[in-house]
Each structure stands twice: as structure tokens, then as C-alpha cells.
């Protein structure tokens, strides 16, 4: 699973010249779902999506709150791109990425756990074509992965 984590003063998803998702100060959500993710990955990007201490306090310029200390929102858009290969040819290969049907089920899933916060989640709409707006904070941005542990072990057995 792949995340782009952006902190935002605000964000939103339009499609069809609809705003459909909208935030205020917060985090953009980037997602990308891996064929071989299971809800453990879920759940390891939810907590660090939320915990992330990516604020800064009152009284110091130092990142020292989460997007829940600070009651921030979350904008969720789907973005299988994040698993796009373009080392060989001209076009990128999306090999690595779920399919569709597997990879709108987890999504779903991730955000249901981030709801599970209280804050105000609000999403694009999986598979659309989308365009989002983002005013990044900072800028500040990361790229958090985590792999399903059976991916992990063959590339170690590979590597060996």
C-alpha cells in the first residue's frame, strides 16, 4: 500500500465540474492499493496516517501534533497511478497495482478505519476520473508504504 501524504489549509475532488469532496486544514490522502495488501496494511496506514505528527503546537514552530490533536479533516482520493513502473518502455506498467473490483473493497475498508477517528473524512469517488485541488501546507509531503508481509518475504528470498 502506498499513501502521498499532503498536509493541506485545504483540498477538494471535482468530477464533471462537481465538487464532490471537500476539506479544510488537514491531510490529503494519495492511496494505492497493492495486489497483495490485506487489511493488516490497512490498518498499519490508517493508525500512521492519523498519528503522523505533522502540525505544528500552539507554541513551537516543531511538528509536534496529528491531524487528530489538531481535529483536522481528510480528503481520501484513490490513485492506482502509485503503483505505475515506468523503468522499461515508454509506458508505465501497472502490474503491481490491485484489481479493480479487489482494490475499490480496500479502499473502502481504509476509509471506514479513518472514520473511525471522529474527524471529518471525505472522499473522490474510486475509479472516476477526478481533478483535486490542493493547497499543500508547506509544502509538506510524504510517501508512506507498507508492503503485505508474504511480498516482503519473497523479496528478501529473492534478494538472498
Known amino acids: 500500500m502506498r499513501v502521498i501524504v499532503q498536509r493541506v489549509t485545504t483540498s477538494s ?3 464533471a465540474g462537481e465538487i464532490v469532496g471537500q476539506i479544510g486544514r488537514g491531510l490529503n490522502l494519495l492511496v494505492g492499493i497493492a495486489a497483495t ?3 493488516a496494511e490497512l490498518d498499519w ?3 500512521k496516517c492519523l498519528d ?3 502540525f505544528p503546537s500552539a507554541t513551537s514552530d516543531r511538528w509536534e501534533q496529528s491531524v487528530q490533536e489538531i481535529g483536522g479533516e481528510l480528503l481520501v482520493v484513490s490513485q492506482f497511478t502509485l503503483y505505475g513502473d515506468g523503468r ?3 509506458r508505465p506498467s501497472f502490474d503491481r497495482a490491485a484489481p479493480p473490483d479487489r482494490a475499490a473493497a480496500l479502499y473502502e475498508q481504509f476509509v471506514a478505519k479513518l472514520r473511525t477517528s471522529g474527524l471529518k473524512v471525505a472522499t473522490g469517488v474510486f475509479g472516476a476520473m477526478m481533478q483535486v485541488t490542493i493547497v499543500n501546507d508547506g509544502p509538506v509531503t510524504l510517501l508512506l508504504e507498507r508492503e ?5 518475504v519473497k ?3 529473492l534478494e538472498s
Open 13 to 15: 475532488v471535482t468530477i
Open 37 to 39: 495488501d490485506t487489511e
Open 45 to 47: 496506514m490508517a493508525r
Open 52 to 54: 503522523l505528527r505533522l
Open 88 to 90: 522499461k518502455g515508454r
Open 148 to 152: 503485505a508481509q508474504q511480498q516482503a
Open 155 to 157: 523479496a528478501e528470498e
